[in-house]
């Protein structure tokens, strides 16, 4: 294993975690709710925030596949990277010049930052199958997840201790804080990118004459991808697998902060919840990327899910703060495992030279599949009157997720991504 390549790889999650803890997760949210959209109606300045998320999202899921698919004939994967991650760096740290009523400048700076994250992540993601080994890629992944809970657990303990005992900063009050906690954001981020900028090299390739624009080369190759998905069976079937109960799982991560304002649990509380989940987090990717290798991923994969199952019934029945640090807890045992199991297995299956156009794929497979889970949710709890029966259905996605994935052959799948040749000009060859 090439330790160095994969701890700088690892450490570029460590930093830029901070960036979905404090700015997407727990801090802006509140001080965009509080101050930028001061003056505005309630109910409004809940709608921008939803309106800016939404359009940050769109605009990744349109890129990132493009992205990907010109990174990969270009073989600059780590300039695309670095051009975003530096993105979302500066995003972060204007976000201290945003004041009361500035909403607009602070949705403007949320779309900004988020492409910047979002969109650096396709290359990040794609690095994966050249920094590990065949034999280590699970192991990796998850170990990579481990290092971002704890680099964003660790900067947003330190932001949360800015806002609430500013005077231990030298700071004249919480809102001074809130600003040095998103300038802190951007230089975590910045220090702990420098080891992937520095010691990851990208696979050297042949390169052959452009014959257009990157960006026509771009849709070609996306529209090829799209075409050619079919071609890869067990890709695919865990394509379709991984809308579902990946679908679920970010319902879970958006909607349990709403879900428990909604029954009752108070904003401490849930502050409290996503510390714990950060942390319990860290010694359970460590884990899964064990298990995988004990009991190959797939299967991991599917304890994790049938995890989930469990946790989204659990939160049907909860009614107080203890159920909900409870639910904290048992989300942060499968949450980072799935997801770094997801990306593991996704990885084995792509062909060669063509992990970022795949990762795209995958990327806008996520967000894509993200936007049913919460409409489901919302419409069965205004149907029903009660957003317990929103959680609740929750259950048809995982079910769903793991009826499809027991079916994934995951060697055959590996097999199939190996019988194809390059496919930067010429249709997809399979050898007999």
Request: charged share 15%.
């Given at each position: 294993?090439k ?5 700088s ?6 930093g ?6 404090t700015i ?6 509140v ?5 930028a959209?001061?003056g ?10 939803g ?12 890129l990132?596949?493009?992205l990907?698919?010109i990174?990969?004939?270009?073989a ?14 500066i ?17 403007l700076?949320?779309?900004v930052g988020t492409?910047?994250?979002?969109a ?17 890629i699970?192991?990796v ?15 947003l ?22 600003h040095l906690?998103?300038?802190?954001v ?15 090299k ?5 390169q052959?004459p ?16 799209a ?9 695919l079937?865990f ?26 649990i108070d ?6 919840a ?13 884990l899964?990327g064990?298990?995988?290798g ?16 469990m ?6 029945f909860?009614n107080s ?5 409870i ?20 990885g084995r ?12 794929f ?9 936007i ?10 205004q ?6 029966f ?17 079916l994934v052959?995951?060697?055959?799948g ?7 040749t ?9 050898k007999p």
């Amino acid at each position: 294993m090439k330790k160095k390549p994969v701890k700088s790889w690892m450490l570029y999650d460590f930093g830029n975690s901070a960036f979905a803890t404090t700015i997407m997760a727990a801090v802006l949210p509140v001080f965009y709710y509080d101050v930028a959209a001061q003056g505005v109606k309630e109910s409004l300045a809940a709608s921008y925030w939803g309106y800016s998320q939404s359009i940050a999202v769109l605009i990744v899921a349109i890129l990132a596949p493009i992205l990907g698919a010109i990174s990969d004939y270009s073989a600059a994967k780590k300039k695309f990277l670095m051009f975003f991650a530096f993105m979302g760096m500066i995003a972060s740290v204007l976000l201290a010049f945003v004041n009361e009523g500035d909403y607009l400048l602070a949705s403007l700076l949320l779309i900004v930052g988020t492409i910047g994250f979002s969109a650096g992540n396709v290359f990040y993601d794609a690095f994966l199958p050249e920094v590990a080994d065949e034999d280590n890629i699970d192991d990796v992944s998850a170990k990579g997840f481990a290092f971002g809970y704890i680099g964003g657990g660790v900067l947003l303990a330190i932001n949360l201790l800015m806002i609430l005992k500013y005077e231990w900063f030298g700071l004249s009050s919480s809102l001074a804080g809130t600003h040095l906690a998103f300038i802190s954001v951007g230089i975590w981020w910045f220090i702990f990118s420098i080891p992937l900028f520095k010691n990851v090299k990208e696979e050297k390739r042949v390169q052959k004459p452009k014959p257009s624009s990157y960006a026509a080369i771009g849709f070609k190759r996306v529209a090829r991808t799209a075409k050619e998905l079919k071609l890869y069976k067990q890709l695919l079937l865990f394509l379709l697998a991984f809308w579902l109960f990946n679908d679920g799982i970010s319902t879970i991560i958006k909607m349990a902060t709403i879900y428990g304002r909604d029954i009752g649990i108070d904003s401490n509380s849930l502050i409290i919840a996503l510390l714990i989940t950060q942390f319990v987090g860290i010694p359970f990717a460590f884990l899964f990327g064990w298990l995988a290798g004990k009991i190959t991923a797939k299967r991991a994969l599917l304890l994790a899910l049938f995890a989930y199952l469990m946790i989204v019934v659990f939160g049907y029945f909860m009614n107080s703060a203890l159920h909900f640090y409870i639910l904290a807890i048992c989300v942060g045992m499968v949450q980072g495992g799935a997801q770094a199991l997801s990306r593991s297995i996704f990885g084995r299956m792509v062909p060669k030279d063509r992990h970022a156009e795949f990762y795209g794929f995958y990327g806008i497979s996520a967000k894509f599949s993200a936007i049913f889970g919460p409409f489901v949710f919302a419409l069965i709890g205004q149907l029903t009157g009660s957003s317990r029966f929103g959680i609740l259905s929750l259950v048809i996605f995982f079910v769903a997720g793991i009826i499809l994935l027991w079916l994934v052959d995951v060697d055959k799948g590996v097999e199939e991504a190996k019988r194809t040749t390059d496919p930067d000009d010429e249709p997809v060859v399979y050898k007999p």
